[in-house]
């Protein structure tokens, strides 16, 4: 089944470590890739997204994402994780229709 | 910056009842949406709006779903008779263009008892 896959259930790391989140996604043809991110208790809000053009984007809050299209996977990274970055982090594909397809979801964790 | 305001942030009804949900969407937006996210689950696709008319529809949006645009500013989602199962966090979601990036609520947590 087509679908979007991210690899880590649960990410647990130290402030100032790197950060980076793998999503893959299965759908043939064009797609619209995003990261969107969900701080505890707060809506879900778009960190960075690519359409088109060069496949490094540049979000909101020093994050980063790869789109590889030979692999079908879109990476969020970050090179220095901060305590307020500890949010759940969702990717999320939309194939030029009506609707986005989010993967199930990393849980980041950063301990001071 | 514009947002996306839902209400309630939290509804609890009785299973069999009808609610509704209420969201504005952003003002110059033309596509609305509807999104839920069951504990623990990952965020689903509901329905799509665009031009007074749904767009696009999920199996999970079966006949106890409805929305609609009853004025310029207000978009609904209504569960007719509400089940265990629909106990969720629901989102609404709006977008200029139906691939640009959407803005969400903040979401309206329904519980069913």
């Known amino acids: 089944a087509q679908s979007v896959s991210q690899h880590n259930h649960h990410v647990i790391l130290s402030e100032a470590a790197s950060l980076e989140l793998g999503c893959n996604y299965s759908y043939g043809g064009t797609v619209n890739l995003f990261w969107y991110v969900q701080y505890p208790g707060q809506h879900l809000q778009l960190l960075l997204k690519?359409?088109?053009?060069?496949?490094l984007v540049k979000g909101i809050k020093g994050f980063e994402a790869e789109f590889i299209k030979s692999k079908f996977s879109f990476n969020l990274r970050k090179p220095s994780v901060q305590w307020s970055d500890t949010a759940e982090y969702f990717c999320a594909v939309n194939r030029g229709d009506y609707k986005l397809s989010f993967g199930a979801g990393t849980t980041v964790t950063v301990r001071a | 910056e514009p947002e996306v305001t839902q209400t309630p942030s939290h509804q609890v009804t009785q299973m069999g009842q009808e609610v509704i949900l209420r969201c504005v969407p952003i003002s110059n937006h033309l596509y609305f949406y509807w999104y839920r996210q069951i504990l623990g689950q990952k965020v689903e696709f509901l329905v799509s709006f665009y031009n007074n008319e749904i767009s696009e529809k999920s199996e999970i949006f079966d006949d106890q779903f409805s929305v609609e645009r009853p004025d310029g500013s207000n978009f609904t989602l209504k569960i007719r008779s509400t089940k265990l199962e629909d106990s969720a966090m629901y989102f609404c979601?709006?977008?200029?263009?139906?691939?640009?990036?959407?803005?969400f609520g903040s979401g309206t947590r329904l519980t069913v008892v």
């Open positions: 690519y359409f088109s053009g060069d496949p």
């Open positions: 979601a709006s977008s200029v263009d139906n691939n640009y990036g959407y803005t």
